[in-house]
């Protein structure tokens, strides 16, 4: 229960807030501003799907290092790793977004082209920092990974609303990427 009752809740704040921003966009802006921002993260999340396949084999590699030199060493060359292979698709949204967008999903999407390139440096900082749950699990500091949880369920509704009221569909993106940049 200790263990286990913090990663419930946590799970549960975590749905709520890679949820909510849809929620926010469709009440004050519009459903097709809410369809650019939907594709836009969308997209992104296939890329963030190398992390989460990475993630799923660290807590049982590290747990059978148990040794704290060994997982360090570990942790610093995926990092390093991870900064070669999720820099790569930032750094062509940036450059090239618009060509991108409008010859794999036509002109009619070219709105989703600034949002698409804020989600990839999202999930440039995803894909190398956020290697620490194994490590979290394992040592059970789980009730700590409900804090960020909690903190991330707090900052993206508020800045989503306020942002997204000023900056539209990249605000609410912006938010995002500041909260994570916060965690």
Same mark, same amino acid.
């Given at each position: 229960?200790?263990?286990?009752?913090?990663?419930? =809740?946590? !799970?549960?704040?975590?749905?709520?807030?890679?949820?909510? *921003?849809?929620?926010? +966009?469709?009440?004050?802006? *519009?459903?097709?501003?809410?369809? $650019?921002? $939907?594709?836009?993260?969308?997209?992104?999340? $296939?890329?963030?799907?190398? /992390?989460?396949?990475?993630?799923?084999?660290?807590?049982?590699?590290?747990?059978?290092?148990? !040794?704290?030199?060994? =997982?360090?060493?570990?942790?610093?060359?995926?990092?390093?790793?991870?900064?070669?292979?999720?820099?790569?698709?930032?750094?062509?949204? &940036?450059?090239?977004?618009?060509?991108? +967008?409008?010859? &794999?999903?036509?002109? /009619?999407?070219?709105?989703?082209? !600034?949002?698409?390139?804020?989600?990839?440096?999202?999930?440039?900082?995803?894909?190398?920092?956020? $290697?620490? *749950?194994?490590?979290?699990?394992?040592?059970?500091?789980?009730?700590?990974?409900?804090?960020?949880?909690?903190?991330?369920?707090? =900052? +993206?509704?508020?800045?989503?609303?306020?942002?997204?009221?000023?900056?539209?569909?990249?605000?609410?993106?912006?938010? &995002?990427?500041?909260? +994570?940049?916060?965690?």
């Amino acid at each position: 229960f200790t263990y286990g009752f913090p990663l419930m =809740i946590a !799970n549960v704040l975590i749905f709520f807030y890679w949820n909510i *921003d849809y929620y926010l +966009i469709s009440r004050l802006l *519009d459903p097709i501003q809410l369809g $650019y921002y $939907y594709l836009a993260f969308q997209i992104s999340q $296939y890329v963030v799907q190398l /992390k989460v396949a990475i993630n799923s084999v660290l807590f049982p590699t590290f747990a059978k290092m148990r !040794n704290e030199k060994s =997982i360090q060493m570990g942790y610093e060359y995926l990092v390093k790793l991870s900064s070669i292979v999720f820099t790569l698709p930032l750094i062509l949204m &940036v450059g090239y977004s618009n060509s991108i +967008i409008s010859m &794999v999903f036509g002109e /009619k999407w070219l709105p989703a082209a !600034n949002v698409f390139t804020i989600f990839m440096a999202l999930t440039l900082v995803r894909g190398v920092t956020q $290697y620490w *749950d194994p490590i979290f699990l394992m040592f059970g500091k789980t009730k700590f990974l409900l804090l960020l949880a909690t903190i991330n369920s707090i =900052i +993206i509704p508020f800045l989503g609303i306020i942002l997204t009221k000023a900056y539209g569909i990249e605000g609410m993106a912006y938010a &995002v990427l500041i909260s +994570i940049l916060f965690i």
